[in-house]
């Protein structure tokens, strides 16, 4: 893999004005902030070897590197999933290359349903810790070999979300009159949205919002030395009384949330 990756830096590097501190992975229906970038290079992901285009509508599949919030940043707009038939290897590889460009930090954003019957659609929440159900199944993205070259065999991940850019989340949010929410993200397999009894044991496990992504890109972010301050835009409630989701509603609510939520990773990146 160490091969691999640097291939892909050496077909982007080339390109560059910028040399990316940050990393971003924007959601299904996020990707509109990349537009607000100063002085970008936008490489589709078709050039990149070992990266793939996304089919998921919502999910552009380009790599923009320039100057965003006067951050130096690098944003995956769209990420392919392990739902598409993708090796969790695979969906992970781009959170290596972004390490090896130069970035030091991620912030992962996704679409999630909501399991708390007090929050609404359109909230945001931190991520505090995460779930990684096909992780715990044997669908792992550091199983295998381990290249000491690219982090240690047995990354620790409590307290992976915890570090100094969450106080600095806080206060932005704050001072934008954003309500954040902060809570457990549950990752599934994918593709059907989940059934009521499967809505009703991840809650009773301690999560508050359930999606198809992320978690393998924390850990390969963690195992590589990176921070992760992740987000989660509450797309739909995943209620097992409820009405069940459909992906049109993501769509339409991650749209609804644009401004607020790009003004919240805007406010972060510019005081980091």
């Known amino acids: 893999m160490y091969n691999d990756i640097e291939q892909a830096r050496a077909a982007i590097?080339?390109?560059?004005?910028?040399?990316p501190r940050v990393g971003l992975i924007l959601g299904s229906g996020l990707s509109a902030l990349a537009d607000e970038?100063?002085?970008?290079?936008?490489?589709?992901?078709r050039d990149i070897p070992g990266f793939h285009e996304p089919k998921v509508i919502g999910h552009?599949?380009?790599?923009?590197?320039?100057?965003?919030?006067?951050?130096?940043?690098a944003v995956m707009r769209g990420r392919f999933?392990?739902?598409?038939?993708?090796?969790?290897?695979?969906?992970?590889?781009?959170?290596?290359?972004l390490r090896a460009l130069?970035?030091?930090?991620?912030?992962?954003?996704?679409?999630?349903?909501?399991?708390?019957?007090?929050?609404?659609?359109?909230?945001?929440?931190?991520?505090?810790?995460?779930?990684?159900?096909?992780?715990?199944?044997?669908?792992?993205?550091?199983?295998?070999l381990n290249d000491e070259r690219l982090g240690p065999r047995f990354p620790a991940m409590v307290g992976a979300f915890e570090?100094?850019?969450v106080p600095l989340a806080r206060t932005v949010a704050a001072e934008l009159g954003v309500v954040l929410r902060e809570g457990v993200y549950c990752m599934l397999s994918g593709p059907h949205f989940e059934s009521a009894a499967e809505l009703r044991m991840v809650r009773m496990w301690g999560a508050d919002a359930v999606g198809m992504s992320t978690a393998p890109e924390v850990?390969?972010?963690?195992?590589?030395?990176?921070?992760?301050?992740?987000?989660?835009?509450?797309?739909?409630?995943?209620?097992?009384?409820?009405?069940?989701?459909?992906?049109?509603?993501?769509?339409?609510a991650g749209e609804a949330a644009k401004p607020q939520f790009a003004a919240l990773l805007r406010g972060i990146l510019a005081r980091m």
């Open 13 to 19: 590097v080339p390109r560059l004005r910028h040399t």
């Open 37 to 45: 970038m100063d002085d970008p290079v936008v490489i589709p992901y």
């Open 60 to 73: 552009r599949g380009e790599l923009a590197v320039g100057l965003l919030a006067g951050q130096q940043v």
């Open 81 to 97: 999933h392990f739902y598409e038939g993708y090796s969790m290897q695979e969906v992970t590889f781009p959170v290596r290359v």
């Open 102 to 144: 130069g970035c030091d930090t991620l912030i992962v954003t996704n679409a999630a349903g909501g399991l708390r019957a007090d929050w609404k659609v359109g909230d945001i929440m931190r991520i505090s810790d995460q779930i990684f159900l096909p992780g715990m199944a044997g669908h792992h993205p550091l199983r295998g």
């Open 163 to 165: 570090h100094e850019l």
């Open 219 to 252: 850990i390969v972010a963690v195992h590589s030395g990176m921070r992760v301050l992740g987000f989660s835009l509450i797309t739909n409630l995943a209620l097992p009384d409820g009405p069940p989701a459909n992906h049109e509603e993501v769509i339409a």
